[in-house]
């Protein structure tokens, strides 16, 4: 998507070790009317999907996730990281390494809201390792669910998240996919 | 907001000690057509207001925030409750009490997108002891920004946050004030 891949040039930055710094439109200051696109590009591309609920992960997939599920008419979940009090106590929760924080985070999703027999559309702002979204896909599996796509904003192909999610045998779409971060600070994508 | 209001009625619950769960359409399971009506009310009571930002806190403020901020045509930052390595290393912080935590959470914003001058939106999901609210307008504060209002979704009346935004002399609206919650599980609304 080449408005996303133009704004990821203006306004993202390589800050070395792996670390793409977006934080000017997608993960602290976010562009609504950018976000909007990218979820009418993720929505147009499953349309056809089946998907009977979107399924992210607190807290920067959120906004992707809503506006990619207000144009599929759907409800969006997000995975909590903490337990809130309003959540009963027996829930679903897998862990998963997050390269960010550099530890484990928890991920938790209330039986709720992800019942047996619904067909999920997972949809995260980065495919990275693919360590999050396989958590997300346990979740999914542990409530008797089906997987029926992953759709992200921005993937990193070189760290082969893709690979992982091959064995679940449903599209994966990234709207704008980082083939190389350098040290001089340019970024590739795959398809230029 | 008749929508957001029957939306309560249907599916929000009551369980004691003051907390209202809302997890099915707000703070879990997103309803995203809702989030973006009630963005739209937001955005047409705000948009005379000269604002040039939205603000919010993560996590649930950022629904209706990005909502009301897509309508409004402007950014929005979402003040983050942990510090992620792409923040530098100086930032504007401070703590509030979250009652849903039971303890102190920070409120942190880069100075990179709180910019001096800055004519400040706050939206978030619940006005209840005004806490959080405050903790942003204090963070608005130290940016040297102007506060011009102050938008949420549900606010409940008997909890007062609303006199102690009074001292900035801004507008504040909410689109459903929850004058009572009762033991029998009933919720009464301010204007029926």
């Not at 993202?12 to 977006?22: E, M």
């Not at 144009?71 to 809130?84: D, E, G, Q």
Request: with cysteine; net charge negative.
């Amino acid at each position: 998507m080449q408005l996303l891949k133009d704004r990821i040039l203006s306004d993202g930055k390589y800050l070395g070790n792996g670390i793409l710094k977006v934080d000017g439109f997608i993960n602290h200051q976010v562009d609504p009317v950018l976000m909007d696109a990218c979820g009418k590009e993720l929505a147009e591309c499953f349309k056809d999907s089946g998907a009977t609920r979107v399924l992210t992960a607190e807290i920067s997939g959120i906004a992707p996730a809503i506006m990619a599920a207000r144009y599929l008419n759907l409800p969006v979940v997000y995975a909590r990281k903490t337990k809130p009090v309003t959540m009963p106590n027996t829930v679903y929760l897998t862990i998963a390494p997050s390269h960010t924080k550099g530890r484990m985070v928890e991920l938790i999703v209330s039986p709720e809201y992800l019942p047996r027999g619904e067909k999920v559309l997972i949809i995260d702002d980065f495919l990275a390792s693919g360590e999050t979204i396989l958590g997300l896909v346990r979740l999914v599996e542990a409530a008797g669910c089906e997987l029926v796509g992953v759709g992200t904003l921005i993937e990193k192909t070189f760290e082969k998240g893709r690979t992982m999610l091959e064995q679940f045998n449903v599209p994966v779409v990234s709207l704008a996919m980082i083939s190389a971060m350098n040290e001089d600070g340019t970024i590739a994508f795959l398809d230029d």
